[in-house]
């Protein structure tokens, strides 16, 4: 059975900080690229940041460029989004997938918040 779990989510105050993690289960990961994608109240989704198999090539969205990374664990089948310098739009629900030939697997998400 495929999972895909995430965690870390939360309220923060602006400039603040937080980690997400996305647990994978129930297929070969390291054989999967890992995408992190959000979407905002009302608003449709919006790809936020991949990263290649082996973890050495990553790539990001404009508007999180220089603020978020990503990295991932293949021992721990494992994926993060550190996000630093958070702003009240990036205020969504952030989730992971996985993708390899076509299959893509999806994770329910978890809600960040960027608040004072």
């Known amino acids: 059975q495929v999972k895909l779990v995430e965690s870390g989510g939360g309220l923060v105050q602006p400039g603040g900080s937080l980690r997400l993690s996305c647990a994978a289960s129930?297929?070969?990961?390291?054989?999967?690229?890992m995408s992190w994608v959000r979407q905002a109240p009302g608003k449709g989704l919006e790809w936020v940041s991949d990263?290649?198999?082996?973890?050495?090539?990553?790539y990001f969205a404009d508007s999180v460029k220089g603020r978020f990374t990503i990295s991932r664990d293949n021992a721990k089948n494992t994926v993060y989004l550190q996000m630093n310098s958070l702003k009240p739009e990036d205020t969504a629900v952030y989730s992971c997938?996985?993708?390899?030939?076509?299959?893509?697997?999806w994770g329910q998400g978890t809600q960040v918040t960027v608040s004072s």
């Open positions: 129930g297929f070969t990961f390291s054989s999967y690229a």
């Open positions: 997938n996985a993708g390899s030939n076509g299959r893509i697997y």
């Open positions: 990263i290649s198999t082996d973890g050495r090539n990553a």
